[in-house]
């Protein structure tokens, strides 16, 4: 598998931002219930440039994206898996003129019959005329084909899931283009547009399915103390569209405008930002951060007492629509040079926020944080708490613990989960080419429906080996051991190993071998 943190703009959806995790470095997986228990859980928003938020957590949403392999029932060999393959090569091999061109071709020859063909191509230029003139362009165009399969969505955090029907046959196209010119230090323009056809599929397409979605922003350096910035971001839902897409998008259309003006001086950052929001056809069981027709308006001031120690207000509110006043006060602080303290309160009109954390060095051997985020609003009430150390047990081994803790209610359905988890891990490097990894983890889920409570106790371990030669072999093998105690009492066992080999400068052949077993107890 592959998991990724994703920071997703909160004005139009797309990625900003992209971070690869390393399995036993920053996660655990529990494959046979598909949970992962991160060493330390991201945060569920971002920061955010755009100061202005319908939700108490401002920022930019996070999301955790997992891309996993899998065999389908009654595989019988190789030519009933997927197969695929992309090329790609640079056509300039100047480094300030680059012009890249690459194509994919992905096959699946199960029940779903799926094919994906697509090429991109993307440009980066910089020429010289009275000024200096920078310009990119990129382009991606795909169409997939397939028997569509049912899906399913989750909407308590993978607690439960709901069945999504798919057609009987689909197929669609993709494009996307986004382009870029700076033909000044002091100005710059990007734009993009992006189509993705109900019927087109793909592993990062889930989120756009059946939806339309452009806009622009425009960067103006007025003075050496103050930056203009303008956007404008368009969504809408096509005929057909995903259910994915109608509750990241929540009506037909909406467009969101803002202007922002920063400006610097010395230890003070002041920024105003105004907001246009316009939604047609709103779905009024769905609320997202750009689905309401209202004006905004906001102010913050940022003291920066050192490197290391902010205060920062911002005051919110609502010119047009449902009000939405908000005050956010915060700070980040070096309490000692071995101690950084992030905090952030906000108060509005539609509930409250609290995020909180601490990081300590206690020794050069030993680190500890704690992070903790609380929210109310009208629809649901959430706690999050992780606590964690981490101590360099040898100059070749470190050890690690950590505890979580999370709860959600959400009113309408008088709906409580609640879950807890302690990890504990270690890391130790035998040699220069051998290293080896233990953890155990021990976790409670519980969900309660308003009449009954359904709770599962959760138990695993693992140990795993790592031989690395640099220059030509990598062997890589995990045992792993889980049981399940609950309404379906289980037991698995896996095993996970790669091997790699280099036999030439050009050539390298790679193996893997993965084995798994599941028991059911309770029958």
């Known amino acids: 598998e592959h998991i990724t943190i ?73 030519n009933d898996g997927p197969y695929g393959g992309r090329l790609s090569g640079e056509l300039s091999d100047d480094r300030n003129n680059k012009m890249q061109l690459g194509g994919t071709y992905i096959a699946e020859k199960d029940d779903s019959a799926y094919e994906l063909k697509g090429v991109d191509f993307s440009l980066s230029e910089s020429t010289k005329f009275i000024t200096p003139v ?57 734009s993009y547009y992006q189509k993705v056809e109900p019927g087109f599929i793909s592993s990062s397409s889930y989120n756009y399915q059946g939806s339309l979605r452009y806009g622009y922003l425009i960067q103006y350096d007025a003075s050496k103390e103050l930056k203009i910035n303008l956007r404008y971001d368009n969504q809408e839902l096509l005929r057909n569209a995903g259910i994915t897409s109608q509750g990241k998008i929540g009506a037909a259309r909406t467009e969101t405008g803002a202007l922002q003006g920063i400006y610097r001086k010395d230890q003070w950052t002041i920024t105003n930002e105004y907001r246009y929001q ?13 689905n309401q027709d209202l004006i905004l308006d906001a102010l913050k001031v940022d003291y920066a007492f050192s490197q290391r120690s902010n205060l920062y207000l911002i005051q919110q509110s609502t010119l047009k629509g449902d009000a939405n006043s908000q005050t956010t006060l915060g700070t980040s602080f070096g309490y000692s040079e071995n101690i950084a303290v992030n905090l952030q309160a906000t108060n509005g009109t539609n ?68 879950s807890t988890g302690t ?25 309660y429906n308003g009449t009954t409570n359904i709770e599962t106790i959760r138990e695993s371990g693992s140990l795993r080996f790592r031989y690395a030669d640099k220059n030509k072999t990598a062997f890589d093998t995990k045992l792993e051991a889980r049981f399940d105690e609950g309404d379906v009492d289980k037991h698995q066992y896996l095993t996970a190993n790669t091997l790699r080999h280099k036999i030439t400068e050009d050539i390298t052949v790679s193996l893997r071998e993965n084995y798994s077993r599941t028991e059911n107890r309770t029958t």
Do not use: C
């Open 423 to 447: 990890t504990l891990g270690q890391e130790t490097k035998l040699s220069d080419r051998w290293q080896f990894w233990a953890s155990a983890q021990q976790g409670i889920v519980n969900d």
């Open 278 to 290: 316009e939604a047609t056809g709103r779905v009024d069981s769905i609320q997202t951060e750009t």
């Open 6 to 78: 994703e920071t997703r703009d909160k004005f139009n959806n797309l990625v900003l931002a992209t971070r690869q995790l390393m399995r036993d470095n920053d996660y655990e997986i529990d494959y046979s219930n598909g949970r992962i228990i991160f060493r330390q859980p991201p945060l569920m928003v971002d920061t955010s440039t755009y100061i202005t938020s319908n939700n108490i957590l401002g920022g930019n949403p996070v999301y955790i994206v997992a891309d996993y392999e899998y065999a389908p029932a009654g595989t019988r060999g190789l």
């Open 351 to 418: 509930g409250q926020a609290f995020l909180a954390g601490i990081n300590k060095k206690v020794s050069d051997k030993t680190e500890t944080f704690s992070n903790v985020s609380i929210s109310n609003d009208k629809s649901s009430s959430t706690l999050q708490t992780s606590n964690g150390a981490s101590h360099q047990l040898t100059p070749a081994t470190r050890i690690n613990a950590q505890q979580d803790y999370a709860t959600k209610n959400t009113q309408a359905t008088d709906t409580t989960q609640r």
């Open 134 to 190: 920078r310009l990119s362009l990129s382009a991606e165009y795909a169409e997939s084909t397939s028997r569509s399969m049912d899906g399913y969505i989750s909407t308590n955090g993978g607690l439960g899931f709901n069945t999504v029907a798919g057609n009987n046959n689909s197929q669609g196209t993709a494009y996307k283009i986004k382009g870029g010119l700076q033909p000044a230090e002091w100005f710059s323009l990007d």
